[in-house]
């Protein structure tokens, strides 16, 4: 079976009819598209630490991180660049083999950008792929941190630009188009998705996705992120989506986008086994993986590893790690206590 090239053109219509298939063809159809373009039994793993965590000033609706709303939070500044690499050495270790650093921000600030450059080569230095989440970016401050080396830089959408406002009015989605130019232009790759479950109507997740797929080059890593609802948040009393949705959201994600990887992020402490294992059918090769996710739980890291061995998959491997390394980690913990609760799947 041939498949037509990657496109950035997909209207409404389109991608509404995708949706709208029999679940069995939605799916089948999914399956067929990754298994031309991925190893359907690799799922890559990434590891993300926060290094700055809470007062955010950005007010979007679904964050525990902002400081527009009343959470348990814990405030943390700012952590140092040696704590750091201190961290990224024990993924390595533990087989990962990209290290992702993310920072509760609007943007970063000046007196931020040699810290976080330092931080950036000297996690290079350890032979691992860097990825940062730090808000908005200026074109000056993407080339800044491409030229420090950074591999990966994570900017989600979130969701429709219909929807959008009724969700964030602190930055526009202009804003984060904007962002994503800017680490395009500054030679680094593209992480970007969005958050399904928020209130939003179909409409907004064809939106979402349709959005994403006609980029002028569709990101290298899609994360879809189902709603965590977080006690003092706007949206803490939000219906449930539907689960049958949210695969629909992963298999149409796969079909539009068939040379990204699609991530199964945020939400997965809800899902059980098939429902994984359903969206690793339909496409998602990438998962975030540790005991939380940011400032959320996610599933155990040995939870997420015995069902990966149930499933007859293995975890990607990039050729600077052997087998021997990734077969190690399987039967490890992330990390001990102290430090499990810095980590998150990425």
Same mark, same amino acid.
């Given at each position: 079976?041939?498949?037509?090239?990657?496109?950035?053109?997909?209207?409404?219509? *389109?991608?509404?009819?995708?949706?709208?298939?029999?679940?069995?063809?939605?799916?089948?159809?999914?399956?067929?598209?990754?298994?031309?373009?991925?190893?359907?039994?690799?799922?890559?793993?990434?590891?993300?630490? /926060?290094?700055?965590?809470?007062?955010? &000033?950005?007010?979007?609706?679904?964050?525990?991180?902002?400081?527009?709303?009343? %959470?348990?939070?814990?405030?943390?500044?700012?952590?140092?660049?040696?704590?750091?690499?201190?961290?990224?050495?024990?993924?390595?270790?533990?087989?990962?083999?990209?290290?992702?650093?993310?920072?509760?921000?609007?943007?970063?600030?000046?007196?931020?950008?040699?810290?976080?450059? *330092?931080?950036?080569?000297?996690?290079?230095?350890?032979?691992?792929?860097?990825?940062? $989440?730090?808000?908005?970016?200026?074109?000056?401050?993407?080339?800044?941190?491409?030229?420090?080396?950074?591999?990966?830089?994570?900017? +989600?959408?979130?969701?429709?630009?219909?929807?959008?406002?009724?969700?964030?009015?602190?930055?526009?989605?202009?804003?984060?188009?904007? %962002?994503?130019?800017?680490?395009?232009?500054?030679?680094?790759?593209?992480?970007?998705?969005?958050?399904?479950?928020?209130?939003? *109507?179909?409409?907004?997740?064809?939106?979402?996705?349709?959005?994403?797929?006609?980029?002028?080059?569709?990101?290298?890593?899609?994360?879809?992120?189902?709603?965590?609802?977080?006690?003092?948040?706007?949206?803490?009393?939000?219906?449930?989506?539907?689960?049958?949705?949210?695969?629909? $959201?992963?298999? %149409?994600?796969?079909?539009?986008?068939?040379?990204?990887?699609?991530?199964? /992020?945020?939400?997965?402490?809800?899902? +059980?086994?098939?429902? *994984?294992?359903?969206?690793?059918?339909?496409?998602? +090769?990438?998962?975030?993986?540790?005991?939380?996710?940011?400032?959320?739980?996610?599933?155990?890291?040995?939870?997420?590893?015995?069902?990966?061995?149930?499933?007859?998959?293995? &975890?990607? $491997?990039?050729?600077?790690? /052997?087998?021997?390394?990734?077969?190690?980690?399987?039967?490890?913990?992330?990390?001990?206590?102290? %430090?499990?609760?810095?980590?998150?799947?990425?």
């Amino acid at each position: 079976m041939e498949f037509a090239p990657v496109r950035h053109d997909w209207t409404h219509t *389109q991608v509404k009819a995708l949706f709208e298939m029999p679940f069995n063809d939605l799916l089948f159809k999914a399956a067929s598209v990754h298994r031309a373009n991925f190893n359907p039994n690799e799922v890559q793993i990434s590891t993300l630490l /926060s290094i700055k965590t809470g007062a955010c &000033p950005e007010d979007c609706k679904y964050c525990p991180q902002s400081g527009h709303y009343k %959470t348990d939070l814990e405030r943390e500044r700012l952590i140092e660049v040696e704590k750091v690499v201190e961290q990224a050495r024990l993924a390595k270790q533990k087989g990962a083999t990209r290290f992702c650093m993310g920072a509760a921000w609007s943007d970063p600030k000046d007196r931020d950008m040699p810290y976080i450059s *330092q931080m950036v080569k000297e996690v290079k230095e350890l032979g691992l792929e860097t990825c940062m $989440t730090l808000g908005k970016l200026s074109n000056e401050k993407a080339h800044e941190l491409s030229s420090a080396g950074l591999d990966y830089y994570n900017h +989600n959408l979130d969701t429709s630009p219909e929807y959008y406002e009724q969700i964030i009015s602190t930055r526009t989605f202009q804003d984060r188009l904007n %962002t994503i130019d800017h680490v395009r232009d500054a030679g680094m790759k593209v992480c970007s998705g969005g958050i399904v479950g928020m209130g939003e *109507q179909a409409s907004d997740r064809f939106g979402l996705l349709m959005q994403l797929a006609n980029l002028p080059q569709q990101p290298e890593s899609v994360p879809i992120n189902m709603l965590v609802k977080v006690k003092g948040t706007p949206l803490e009393n939000v219906d449930d989506l539907d689960h049958f949705e949210f695969i629909r $959201t992963i298999a %149409t994600a796969r079909i539009m986008m068939p040379q990204s990887y699609v991530r199964l /992020s945020a939400g997965r402490n809800a899902m +059980n086994e098939q429902m *994984q294992s359903m969206c690793f059918f339909a496409g998602a +090769n990438s998962i975030f993986y540790g005991d939380k996710l940011l400032t959320t739980e996610n599933p155990e890291a040995d939870a997420d590893m015995n069902l990966i061995k149930k499933l007859g998959m293995n &975890p990607e $491997t990039s050729e600077d790690y /052997s087998d021997e390394a990734v077969a190690a980690s399987l039967s490890s913990q992330v990390a001990d206590k102290a %430090t499990s609760e810095l980590f998150y799947e990425a």
